[in-house]
T-cell receptor, first 116, second 114 residues
Framework: AQSVTQLDSQVPVFEEAPVELRCNYS??????LFWYVQYPNQGLQLLLK??????LVESINGFEAEFNKSQTSFHLRKPSVHISDTAEYFC??????????????FGKGTLLTVNP | KAGVTQTPRYLIKTRGQQVTLSCSPI?????VSWYQQTPGQGLQFLFE???????NKGNFPGRFSGRQFSNSRSEMNVSTLELGDSALYLC?????????????FGPGTRLTVL
């Protein structure tokens, strides 16, 4: 079975500060990794994903995440946050074992609050 | 393209009633997944439908059921509602089942059980 642990339930930071949201996963097979963002009263939006190839993936709004297989981690970082980045962030894993069980498993989420 | 739409957006029911939620996927998407989101449990997978067939199922009681129609629209039904069923129910669509395809989420239906 696969699982995702987001180590921080809440992360408060000041505007223009760097931030790291931590995510660790466990799976006995190869995985795809995702970060989703949820703004208040909205559904989830895909922020970035790791499928294969380069272990560093970037989003269009300055976030990046690095896949570390040995540490089974996929931490999300941004060097300088904005007020508009305030949202809940979810790490998710999907196995690709070749079977039919491709369900997406989510972490509990990290609420990022950016203060002025 | 229009995004994933869910109706209704808000619903209030009482214990013991049943409820049906609807999801219209993005045009051309054939896979629809349902999730329950609560503050305590987070996002939990309910089930996935692809081409009118249930492909995967989460660990929810039989009171939770779903179906998919030939136009890929999906409904989920919860019978004999309990207070603990109060949650945001999210629907997501993707082009195919399995693989690395991105899931596109709807805005959700917020169900309150009194």
């Amino acid at each position: 079975a696969q699982s995702v642990t987001q180590l921080d339930s809440q992360v408060p930071v000041f505007e223009e500060a760097p931030v790291e949201l931590r995510c660790n996963y466990s799976s006995s097979v190869s995985v795809y990794l995702f970060w989703y963002v949820q703004y208040p009263n909205q559904g989830l939006q895909l922020l970035l994903k790791y499928l294969s190839g380069s272990t560093l993936v970037e989003s269009i709004n300055g976030f990046e995440a690095e896949f570390n297989k040995s540490q089974t981690s996929f931490h999300l970082r941004k060097p300088s946050v904005h007020i508009s980045d305030t949202a809940e962030y979810f790490c998710a894993v999907k196995s690709h074992s070749g079977g039919s069980n491709y369900k997406l498993t989510f972490g509990k989420g990290t609420l990022l609050t950016v203060n002025p | 393209k229009a995004g994933v739409t869910q109706t209704p957006r808000y619903l209030i029911k009482t214990r013991g009633q049943q409820v049906t939620l609807s999801c219209s996927p993005i045009s051309g998407h054939r896979s629809v997944s349902w999730y329950q989101q609560t503050p305590g449990q987070g996002l939990q997978f309910l089930f996935e439908y692809f081409s009118e067939t249930q492909r995967n199922k989460g660990n929810f009681p039989g009171r939770f059921s779903g179906r998919q129609f030939s136009n890929s629209r999906s409904e989920m039904n919860v019978s004999t509602l309990e207070l603990g069923d109060s949650a945001l129910y999210l629907c997501a669509s993707t082009h195919t089942s399995g693989g690395a395809g991105e899931q596109f989420f709807g805005p959700g239906t917020r169900l309150t059980v009194l």
